[in-house]
């Protein structure tokens, strides 16, 4: 058992800010915009030699019910249900507000223990907000400045016996039946993945990619409602479907560059984008009342841009009318606007009702196992041997490319590298026929085909202008 540490506090604390200190990483947007954090983020921290999860949550505000600060706040609560302590972030340099009193005392009525941090103590500028702090009732505030790293020292004396009380609940508890114990070596067995696969949710803003995150995991897990841009940050979730261990990443909508002007959503952009990057496969969430818009065209050639499997979501696929329509409309214009599209897994689900969720993840995996194909050398050079002569390469200066041998040099995704004789003239024309018989002939639906040209090399090129019959002296 690892021991859960809550960050908590009203808006524009440094929450995010220390959250980052103690992961080690830019993993939470960081910016001077008050209630930027809406989600709840978890991360794996380390201070001197403790170890421990850290959750990083919305500002705690008063609020009306059913109004998006107060489901900020649910979030913040939930994350207090299932942590084993509460760092409670003040602003040291703007002292005690009746909002830090507020939650104070309702951090003292029940709930994990609770230790008090005044944040932003840099210099001399917040000692009065520390001494302020006494009136909260939660003990002596251990001045600290997260974006500086000072006072960590001490956070670390504060954390360590509860983090410690964690680890030894953890191996009084360790020990497991031997029913138990066979269990989990047959999953061992079956369940040969062992590393998460990475797994992206991306579209537009409301398309209902959270809300599909949340129906997957079978919980409010992510922040959810009418108002579109509701998450502003990649929120990465440890998951299993099944036997397989997942890393589902929630990510912010995506909308037409020229219309991201304000700062922070900028950041949202680049934060969805590393998230592309750092995926293995993307599920492109697409409203299908709206069907394939310019801007799901641009965030689909982007994934495969990066090299990433693509599967598409339809979604509110439950209140569309005449289906087959709609359908055979969206696989034309995805043919016809992004061919190297052509074949990726696409259903039509409901993220609200649960719909086809299951044939989606078969779909994710599908191409996921594609994605990782490699394909013999022998069998390549012989499709490539039929590929030429049912249309053989064009001529270049009067003389004829000749296409020399061919190998797939890497998967994820997959490789290929074409020896020619002269690669300059061949046309990107001829090079498009080949990754497309390539996609057909190997079976490689919704995955990005690389396909580099070089020159091969010419055995005869050190003996280039000498005799070789000329005898050596």
Known sequence: MTCR??????????????????VGRRLAIVDETPRVTRDRREGRAKLGDLRFEVLDTPGLEEAAPESLEARMRAQTERALENADVALFLIDARAGITPLDEHFARWLRKGGPPVVALANKCEGRGGSDG???????????????????????????????????????????????????????????????????????????PNV??????????????????????????????????????????????????????????????????????????VVLVVDATQLLEKQDLAIAKMVLDEGRALVIALNKWDIVEHGGKALAKFRDRLATSLPRARGAPHVCISALTGRRLDQLMEGVFSVYEVWNRRVPTARLNHWLDEATRRHPPPVAAGRRLRLRYMTQVKARPPTFVLFASRPAGLPESYLRYLANGLRVSFDLPGVPIRLHVRKGKNPYAKNKGKNPYAKKR
Do not use: C
Not at 5 to 22: D, W, Y
Not at 158 to 167: M, N, Q, S
């Open 5 to 22: 540490v809550a960050i908590v506090g009203r808006p524009n604390v440094g929450k995010s800010t220390l959250f980052n200190r103690l």
């Open 130 to 204: 520390v001494l302020e702090a006494y009136s909260l009732g939660l003990g002596d505030a251990i001045p600290i400045s997260a974006a500086h790293g000072e006072g960590m020292a001490e956070l670390y004396e504060a954390l360590a016996p509860f983090v410690k009380l964690a680890g030894m609940e953890a191996d009084e508890g360790a020990g497991a039946t031997p029913e138990e114990e066979a269990g989990d070596a047959v999953a061992d067995v079956e369940g040969t993945v062992t590393r998460p696969l990475q797994l992206a949710i991306v579209g537009r």
């Open 208 to 281: 209902g990619k959270s809300t599909l995150v949340n129906k997957l995991l079978g919980e409010e897990r992510m922040l959810t409602g009418p108002e579109p841009g509701m998450t502003r940050e990649s929120i990465a979730i440890d998951w299993r479907y099944g036997a397989r261990p997942v890393r589902l990443v929630d990510t912010a909508g995506l909308r037409r560059r020229a219309r991201v002007a304000a700062k922070l959503e900028k950041l949202s952009v680049e934060d969805t984008l590393r998230a592309i990057r750092l995926a293995e496969v």
